[in-house]
């Protein structure tokens, strides 16, 4: 990171959801458990506390900065533990780093974390002067400079207003075409004060940017094309009854979720542990803004299926008794 103290940013992380992605997991002595956007690593640090020196873990990250920082700083009290820098969507490359070892439980923390969001070079926040980067994995892709310069108005519009849930999205998408005719639009507080002026004056809790912001990141970064693909494959990374958790901040994202989930469970290979998404606590949502958007839901895969449509590899081990199935009524009861 070089637009702000990491020391400072990874302190002052908190993992969203951290006693609720727990019960759902129930990591214990000896488990094994793939993070797959560890981030800052609040949610990993917990896990690794609990499965101890014989368990196993992998932390997966797109964003080779922030996982150079989290892995440095883990392995300082967790030598065991391993770090891939990999898109989670892939599941056939992971599994070649991987090898033949499956997981008791995977989880995906969905969006932007806490690092990224606070470090202004990166482009996410709109709060400071930064360039309009936005991409999670800053050595490909295209940064969101380009496709603001690149983007027709309609195909703005559709962005925004797909991806954002922006009503004002036709205002915002023609405003944004007006001002890079003028110039450039490549900083951040730039296009937030363009559309802050395309848009009726309102009073809200969330800035006029904030739709925007979020759309044109799920864009830059193939967020919910990414999603889509790692649900048609996850379970060929986990033991028969291993659990999916999965924090979403977005309602198109939880959708996806929610259907999966429950074709799974309509066809039999997974079990549904939560009936409705949990959302984080009133207490949580007051020490920690950006957790008051977060849905998480959780699933098992039933026991001898290894993928839809495949049979289960034999050399695979069986969830161990690590009281895993003590947190299923927990669970439900949240």
């Not at 977005?250 to 959708?255: G, I, P």
């Not at 409705?276 to 950006?290: A, C, D, V, Y």
Request: overall charge neutral; hydrophobic content about 35%; charged content about 30%.
């Amino acid at each position: 990171m070089t637009g702000s103290d990491p020391t400072e940013a990874y302190a002052g992380h908190e993992p969203v959801m951290l006693a609720e992605v727990l019960t759902a997991l129930s990591p214990g002595a000896g488990g094994r458990f793939l993070d797959l956007t560890v981030g800052a690593g609040g949610h990993a640090r917990a896990i690794l506390e609990r499965i101890g020196p014989e368990g196993v873990f992998v932390g997966v990250d797109r964003d080779s900065e922030v996982l150079e920082n989290t892995s440095s700083r883990l392995k300082k009290t967790f030598p065991a533990a391993r770090f891939i820098h990999a898109n989670f969507a892939e599941i056939d490359e992971l599994s070649r780093h991987l090898g033949p070892i499956k997981f008791h439980g995977l989880l995906l923390d969905l969006g932007a974390s806490s690092v990224q969001l606070d470090d202004h070079e990166r482009g996410f926040s709109f709060l400071r002067s930064g360039p309009l980067d936005m991409r999670m994995d800053r050595t490909e892709g295209v940064a969101a400079a380009e496709l603001l310069r690149t983007y027709s108005a309609d195909e703005l519009e559709r962005l925004i207003r797909e991806y954002g849930e922006e009503r004002f999205a036709r205002r915002i998408a023609r405003a944004i075409v007006r001002e890079r005719e003028r110039t450039a639009i490549t900083d951040t507080l730039q296009l937030a004060a363009v559309i802050e002026r395309s848009v009726p004056s309102r009073r809200g809790r969330i800035h006029p940017a904030t739709r925007t912001f979020q759309a044109l990141r799920i864009a830059v970064n193939d967020e919910l094309g990414n999603l889509e693909r790692f649900l048609t494959r996850f379970p060929r990374l986990l033991t028969p009854q291993g659990v999916l958790v999965v924090i979403s901040f977005h309602s198109l994202e939880d959708r996806l979720v929610k259907t999966c989930f429950r074709w799974g469970g309509r066809e039999g290979w997974l079990e549904v542990l939560t009936r409705k998404p949990i959302r984080p606590s009133e207490g949580e949502t007051k020490r920690n803004r950006r957790a008051r958007s977060a849905r998480l839901r959780a699933a098992r895969l039933s026991g001898g299926v290894d993928e839809p449509g495949e049979e289960t590899d034999d050399a695979s081990s069986t969830r161990s008794d690590r009281g895993a199935r003590r947190g299923d009524d927990d669970l439900r009861g949240l």
